[in-house]
């Protein structure tokens, strides 16, 4: 399964060009549990920016400048995902925006937090159709909402 995991705050910020705009442990510790073991694809920047805390099975990278022994680095979206799919395990989109924007089309699920109140930022979720979408589970914490969401 392709699944896409965010947290986005209002106006669908995800990010401030150095990392998240908000420091939630719950929240971090549950995208951290969820992607341990498994298939992580993200864009070079989100991987500079958060590769110290993961502990995935497989990272891979959509870079063209990038070099690492850490990670599998290829140069566009369709081939991280081609590559990605070769493995059992579920695969994780983990950002930032451009590699959202262009995998949201593939997705099978999306596991997105609602971060509550208000943030700075310049890194942004994409729009998406939630009449495409069906709501498989909802959390609320006292920081966010937790949802995942199915593909119709």
């Known amino acids: 399964m392709l699944i896409i995991i965010s947290a986005i ?19 971090y510790d549950q995208f951290l ?4 073991d498994q298939t992580v694809l993200m864009g070079r920047r989100s991987y500079e920016i958060f590769k110290s805390d993961m502990l ?9 400048s990038i070099k690492t022994d850490q990670a599998s680095v290829l140069p566009s979206l369709p081939e991280a995902l081609a590559y990605s799919k070769k493995f059992p395990e579920d695969v994780f989109i983990c950002g930032g ?3 959202y924007e262009e995998s949201l089309q593939y997705a099978d699920y999306m596991y997105l937090s609602f971060i509550k109140g208000e943030h ?7 729009e998406f159709n939630k009449g495409e979408w069906s709501v498989e589970l909802k ?9 995942i969401y199915k593909r119709k």
């Open 9 to 27: 705050g209002s106006n669908h910020i995800i990010g401030n060009g150095d990392g998240l705009p908000w420091h939630i442990p719950s929240e």
């Open 33 to 36: 549990g969820y992607v341990k």
């Open 56 to 64: 995935p099975k497989r990272m891979v990278v959509v870079s063209r």
């Open 97 to 99: 925006q451009s590699v």
């Open 120 to 126: 700075q930022g310049n890194v942004f979720f994409p």
């Open 139 to 147: 959390e609320e914490h006292d920081e966010f909402v937790f949802v």
